[in-house]
């Protein structure tokens, strides 16, 4: 069964990229990697484009007139170049490099703190996010709230996990600034139709801001399909390096609103009474940037390019679908969230009969299984459907059915160590 997979990637080609899954771990067991919604394993080729520049162009860039301020500054620019026709950006100067998503969120939500008429949120005004949102995308808006007086509201979820907007015109409406909402759940790995969201909140003049971190990675991302405002993603999901993510802003948005972090770079003149900015995307990255973290980030682009986000897509969804209908065959198991593979990404989230997911992850780990247990920053998720915690498989590109496979024979393990 597994052989005839359709849409499958030539793994064994891919997996030589990647010298970690070349690891042995505990009495010499090959690792299984299948926490790829957490942080995704890096190719030879982003290691090798980051010692480079180490190793014969490091320097501060759009400073310096030497040649190794000028090659940096290149490599750096040129990495917004990648990221911006990666998501089909109208212009590289709507690419404003961060440290992850989470700092691109807050860097949004602090923004319209500080903004003035018409984008200011305050007092009666309401924030609109969603039950299913990962922490980045709950807590910044939550300390907007408390700090402005805005009212937060959210969605919640049906019990197959999708998101329920059977009341939307009730949430979202003429008192709304801004509505912030993931497109792919990291903990459900359910992929939303935005499009309702998108076409009601501009209906009544909201922003829209989309966490795009678990479909950045795994999909094409069209940011003018999108019809968002704002999108945030971040590199270390998409076999970046850690420490680099992404806001993709509307030109004129980033023009008009106000700076998040004040320093060097982002300014246009200082004196002792006042300062005025730099041109967007600089205006919002103040001080040195993730120089390294960028040049490794525009390689990942290129290697993930090279292979076509559409057949990574295809490859993930015939490994999701293959891992969806073993694990449905496991008994005492149960998915929490979508239990087929419609609508869904890489990600699959299950509670083990009486086990604590804690347990279970450490009992496949003695295998070499690496998965992830917890919460995965979406408490309000394991909340809504009564779990305290859940045990998460997750897929890219490298990922094969005799991982599945594994998994499967691991949870057989776990099923008899605890009796």
């Not at 960028?294 to 990574?312: E, K, N, P």
């Not at 909340?383 to 998994?407: C, H, I, K, N, W």
Request: glycine content about 8%.
């Amino acid at each position: 069964m597994t052989l005839h997979l359709p849409g499958l990637l030539d793994t064994d080609t891919i997996r030589k990229d990647f010298p970690i899954l070349e690891r042995l771990l505990h009495d010499d067991r090959p690792l299984v990697y299948l926490d790829n919604a957490a942080t995704s394993q890096t190719p030879r080729q982003v290691i090798d484009a980051m010692t480079q520049y180490y190793a014969s162009s490091n320097a501060n860039v759009h400073r310096g007139v030497h040649v190794l301020a000028e090659e940096a500054t290149a490599l750096y620019e040129g990495a917004r170049d990648k990221v911006a026709a990666f998501i089909n950006a109208p212009s590289r100067d709507e690419i404003v490099f961060t440290k992850n998503s989470s700092e691109a969120i807050n860097l949004v939500a602090n923004m319209l703190t500080w903004a003035d008429e018409p984008f200011k949120v305050g007092v009666g005004a309401d924030v609109v996010i969603t039950e299913m949102e990962h922490h980045s995308n709950i807590v910044p808006w939550q300390l907007l709230a408390q700090r402005t007086g805005a009212q937060l509201k959210w969605f919640g979820l049906t019990d197959d996990g999708r998101l329920d907007l059977s009341n939307i015109e009730q949430v979202i409406t003429e008192e709304t600034k801004v509505v912030s909402v993931v497109h792919t759940s990291n903990i459900l790995g359910t992929v939303n139709d935005l499009d309702p969201i998108v076409r009601r909140a501009h209906d009544v003049g909201a922003l829209v801001v989309v966490d795009a971190s678990q479909a950045a990675p795994h999909m094409v991302l069209d940011v003018q399909a999108l019809g968002a405002d704002f999108v945030a993603f971040t590199g270390h999901k998409m076999c970046g390096p850690t420490g680099i993510g992404v806001l993709w802003g509307r030109l004129g948005l980033l023009e008009e609103l106000p700076p998040f972090l004040g320093g060097g770079e982002m300014i246009e003149t200082v004196t002792m009474s006042a300062s005025t900015y730099a041109p967007a995307p600089h205006k919002f990255e103040a001080g040195t940037p993730p120089i390294a973290e960028a040049v490794g980030l525009g390689a990942a682009i290129d290697y993930l390019s090279a292979i076509g986000m559409d057949r990574i897509a295809a490859h993930e969804h015939a490994i999701t679908g293959y891992a969806v209908d073993a694990l449905n065959g496991v008994e005492g198991l149960k998915i929490i969230g979508p239990a087929d593979n419609v609508a869904r990404a890489a990600a699959i989230s299950f509670t083990f009969g009486d086990i604590h997911p804690h347990d279970v992850g450490q009992v496949l780990d003695e295998q070499g299984i690496a998965v992830r247990v917890g919460h995965h920053c979406a408490r309000p998720v394991c909340l809504r459907y009564g779990v305290p915690a859940t045990t998460r498989a997750s897929f890219y590109l490298y990922s094969t059915p005799a991982e599945v496979d594994a998994l499967v024979a691991g949870l057989e393990h776990v099923r008899r160590f605890f009796g």
